[in-house]
């Protein structure tokens, strides 16, 4: 058998080619196209100009496979029902101590090789492993080649960053809230074909869902993304692939690196999914809540349920060991070195290892407070109910900060962070660094603290209203609650030097370079603490892309607001109704007719640059 993408010869029973992936014709098809036009050359049109925004006019004769075009989506086409060959038994196995659970696929994911071309053609999504079976409507929801929008090619690479910190700006009938915080990846939501598309890094996924999909978590530098529609769990990456995971599932968590996926689904099993083959394997049954995963995904921390009791183990070296009954877990290094839990009956947080050497790191942990830890898990900071506290290598903790604080970290803030959650009291943060020292923290106080190398404590500033700096962690704004701006250089312990006053927003962009805008709506640029440059005047809103560029709003006579772009001394118009601005380090999307009734608008976007492209019509959150 020949297949129908790349040539290649297959053995007749094969169910995808060897090279490239493509999903074959078997005798049995599973609601697929005739096969006939899938003979033609996929990619068959000439190869795309460098800064191509107009559609593809040809139609694509693949099922699944089809150059993008101008007019709305047509109904879905399945893009590649997926063909189960039969369910390996899921066998049950004691937790403790077994031996390497057999996976429950028979083969790892073979994954379509990605030929180097300037601009992603619309693809079928490549078969994902799943232990079940499919059902009579597996092919009612899956992934689908996008038909429907427009591609930009050539589109400026984004340097691979690990912040993730971005701003929403309501506009007009939005409710006014603002977040710095943000991802790479977007998911937008098409009503009228229920379907969502995905944007990243300037460009909109070559694949779609059938229904609405959300985010629900990523690695640290965002390369892979994990996505739920309609209770499957999907992951995409940032060469536009999207991959179906597995089917049901409950909740989900990846590794900071990205390696491993571990999920629960709705009989309450734990499996693992290697994100670089693809392999499922199953770790165990009766569990009670999200898993925690060391850095490099190979140890797991899970509960289950014995008899009434919550039973903790570690999953490390394909063995699983008991560690602790009603407990929670928090983090765990790699091959459990170091492993964190919270026992709700003592308000006490402990650090152990796989042999059992316990040791009691605190108790009182703040409601709301963080739990902040190095990069290998071997070092951590965390606050009590009578100071901030340092321990590593899991010894003895010290104070280094007197007062009883929540406590987050500046890179956190930043987003040079990768974030986990456990039950009731805090949060864990993983930073991108060997040591925490040299470390900058806000608290509840509204200070701003300088913890050393020595992890000696500074306060640097205090009564901060609002507070920004650059990706590089080196100039730090902040304004009081009078509404004073003030400027610092991080590290230098200088004391900080005023730049204006009444002051109501501002957004720090590269270097020392920040934009303000003050009580009477007027917009100024200026670097360090140096003198304010007007922009203009009757501004809303504004936000600073991580190429410096200022995007701002402004009322207009009519009640509607003008959407201004600012690179250097050139200032230009983008739209003369616009609802929403968007930015994070990967995009920059701004959106236009927004439709009250339906909640729905058009969507604009840009990679790195100052060119907006139409991307996606009457789509919402």
Same mark, same amino acid.
């Given at each position: 058998?020949?297949?129908?993408?790349?040539?290649?010869?297959?053995?007749?029973?094969?169910?995808?080619?060897?090279?490239?992936?493509?999903?074959?014709?078997?005798?049995?098809?599973? !609601? /697929?196209?005739?096969?006939?036009? $899938? =003979?033609? #050359? %996929? +990619?068959? *049109?000439?190869?795309?100009?460098? @800064? &191509?925004?107009?559609?593809? !006019? /040809?139609?694509?004769?693949?099922? $699944? =496979?089809? #150059? %993008? +075009?101008? *007019?709305?989506?047509?109904?879905? @086409? &399945?893009?590649?029902?997926? !063909? /189960?060959?039969?369910?390996?038994? $899921?066998?049950?196995?004691?937790?403790?101590?077994?031996?390497?659970?057999?996976?429950?696929?028979?083969?790892?994911?073979?994954?379509?090789?990605?030929?180097?071309?300037?601009?992603?053609?619309?693809?079928?999504?490549?078969?994902?492993?799943?232990?079940?079976?499919?059902?009579?409507?597996?092919?009612?929801?899956?992934?689908?080649?996008?038909?429907?929008?427009?591609?930009?090619?050539?589109?400026?690479?984004?340097?691979?960053?690990?912040?993730?910190?971005?701003?929403?700006?309501?506009?007009?009938?939005?409710?006014?809230?603002?977040?710095?915080?943000?991802?790479?990846?977007?998911?937008?939501?098409?009503?009228?074909?229920?379907?969502?598309?995905?944007?990243?890094?300037?460009?909109?996924?070559?694949?779609?869902?059938?229904?609405?999909?959300?985010?629900?978590?990523?690695?640290?530098?965002?390369?892979?993304?994990?996505?739920?529609?309609?209770?499957?769990?999907?992951?995409?990456?940032?060469?536009?692939?999207?991959?179906?995971?597995?089917?049901?599932?409950?909740?989900?968590?990846?590794?900071?690196?990205?390696?491993?996926?571990?999920?629960?689904?709705?009989?309450?099993?734990?499996?693992?999914?290697?994100?670089?083959?693809?392999?499922?394997?199953?770790?165990?049954?009766?569990?009670?809540?999200?898993?925690?995963?060391?850095?490099?995904?190979?140890?797991?921390?899970?509960?289950?349920?014995?008899?009434?009791?919550?039973?903790?183990?570690?999953?490390?070296?394909?063995?699983?060991?008991?560690?602790?009954?009603?407990?929670?877990?928090?983090?765990?290094?790699?091959?459990?070195?170091?492993?964190?839990?919270?026992?709700?009956?003592?308000?006490?947080?402990?650090?152990?290892?796989?042999?059992?050497?316990?040791?009691?790191?605190?108790?009182?942990?703040?409601?709301?407070?963080?739990?902040?830890?190095?990069?290998?898990?071997?070092?951590?900071?965390?606050?009590?109910?009578?100071?901030?506290?340092?321990?590593?290598?899991?010894?003895?903790?010290?104070?280094?900060?007197?007062?009883?604080?929540?406590?987050?970290?500046?890179?956190?803030?930043?987003?040079?962070?990768?974030?986990?959650?456990?039950?009731?009291?805090?949060?864990?943060?993983?930073?991108?660094?060997?040591?925490?020292?040299?470390?900058?923290?806000?608290?509840?106080?509204?200070?701003?603290?300088?913890?050393?190398?020595?992890?000696?404590?500074?306060?640097?500033?205090?009564?901060?209203?609002?507070?920004?700096?650059?990706?590089?962690?080196?100039?730090?704004?902040?304004?009081?609650?009078?509404?004073?701006?003030?400027?610092?250089?991080?590290?230098?312990?200088?004391?900080?030097?005023?730049?204006?006053?009444?002051?109501?927003?501002?957004?720090?962009?590269?270097?020392?370079?920040?934009?303000?805008?003050?009580?009477?709506?007027?917009?100024?640029?200026?670097?360090?603490?140096?003198?304010?440059?007007?922009?203009?005047?009757?501004?809303?809103?504004?936000?600073?892309?991580?190429?410096?560029?200022?995007?701002?709003?402004?009322?207009?006579?009519?009640?509607?607001?003008?959407?201004?772009?600012?690179?250097?001394?050139?200032?230009?118009?983008?739209?003369?109704?616009?609802?929403?601005?968007?930015?994070?380090?990967?995009?920059?999307?701004?959106?236009?007719?927004?439709?009250?009734?339906?909640?729905?608008?058009?969507?604009?976007?840009?990679?790195?640059?100052?060119?907006?492209?139409?991307?996606?019509?009457?789509?919402?959150?």
């Amino acid at each position: 058998m020949f297949c129908p993408n790349c040539g290649t010869k297959n053995d007749d029973d094969a169910l995808f080619c060897a090279n490239c992936g493509t999903k074959l014709e078997v005798p049995t098809p599973v !609601a /697929e196209p005739a096969p006939a036009p $899938v =003979e033609t #050359a %996929p +990619v068959a *049109e000439p190869a795309p100009a460098p @800064v &191509e925004a107009a559609p593809v !006019a /040809e139609p694509a004769p693949a099922p $699944v =496979e089809a #150059a %993008p +075009v101008a *007019e709305p989506a047509p109904a879905p @086409v &399945e893009a590649a029902p997926v !063909a /189960e060959p039969a369910p390996v038994p $899921v066998v049950e196995e004691a937790p403790v101590t077994e031996p390497a659970p057999a996976p429950v696929e028979a083969a790892p994911v073979v994954e379509p090789a990605p030929a180097p071309q300037p601009a992603p053609v619309p693809q079928p999504v490549p078969e994902a492993k799943k232990t079940k079976a499919a059902s009579a409507s597996e092919n009612s929801d899956k992934p689908k080649s996008k038909k429907k929008i427009f591609i930009l090619i050539g589109a400026a690479a984004l340097a691979l960053i690990i912040l993730v910190v971005g701003a929403i700006i309501a506009i007009g009938k939005l409710s006014g809230s603002s977040s710095k915080f943000t991802d790479y990846y977007d998911a937008w939501y098409d009503d009228n074909n229920d379907q969502t598309y995905i944007t990243y890094k300037g460009k909109v996924f070559p694949n779609y869902f059938n229904g609405r999909a959300s985010l629900v978590d990523a690695g640290a530098d965002y390369s892979i993304a994990l996505f739920m529609c309609d209770d499957d769990l999907y992951m995409a990456d940032s060469k536009e692939n999207l991959k179906l995971v597995y089917e049901d599932v409950k909740y989900s968590t990846i590794s900071y690196s990205g390696n491993m996926v571990a999920f629960v689904d709705k009989d309450n099993d734990l499996y693992s999914y290697d994100t670089k083959n693809g392999r499922v394997s199953h770790i165990s049954g009766d569990i009670i809540q999200t898993p925690v995963i060391s850095p490099n995904g190979k140890t797991i921390l899970y509960v289950t349920e014995d008899d009434g009791d919550n039973i903790l183990y570690a999953y490390v070296g394909r063995k699983s060991f008991k560690l602790s009954r009603d407990v929670t877990p928090i983090a765990c290094s790699d091959n459990a070195k170091y492993i964190y839990y919270y026992d709700p009956s003592k308000d006490a947080v402990y650090v152990s290892d796989k042999n059992y050497n316990t040791n009691k790191l605190g108790t009182g942990i703040i409601w709301g407070s963080n739990l902040v830890f190095n990069n290998d898990i071997s070092k951590v900071i965390f606050s009590t109910n009578d100071g901030l506290y340092y321990s590593e290598n899991g010894g003895d903790k010290v104070k280094v900060y007197e007062k009883s604080v929540s406590v987050t970290p500046l890179a956190c803030y930043k987003g040079a962070a990768y974030k986990y959650d456990y039950y009731g009291q805090a949060s864990a943060f993983i930073t991108p660094f060997k040591t925490l020292g040299s470390m900058y923290f806000t608290t509840s106080d509204a200070d701003l603290i300088y913890v050393d190398a020595k992890h000696e404590t500074t306060k640097i500033a205090g009564n901060m209203y609002d507070y920004d700096c650059d990706k590089d962690l080196k100039n730090f704004f902040y304004t009081n609650s009078d509404g004073t701006l003030y400027y610092t250089k991080l590290g230098s312990r200088l004391d900080a030097v005023k730049v204006a006053d009444d002051v109501i927003s501002f957004y720090v962009g590269k270097g020392n370079s920040v934009y303000y805008l003050n009580e009477d709506q007027s917009l100024y640029a200026t670097k360090g603490a140096g003198k304010g440059k007007k922009i203009a005047d009757d501004v809303e809103t504004i936000v600073v892309t991580f190429d410096n560029i200022c995007l701002y709003t402004a009322n207009t006579r009519n009640n509607e607001s003008e959407l201004y772009q600012v690179a250097g001394t050139q200032k230009k118009i983008l739209s003369d109704e616009c609802y929403m601005v968007y930015t994070n380090p990967a995009s920059t999307i701004y959106t236009t007719n927004y439709d009250p009734a339906e909640g729905s608008f058009d969507l604009y976007i840009t990679g790195k640059g100052t060119t907006f492209w139409n991307a996606l019509t009457e789509v919402t959150f």
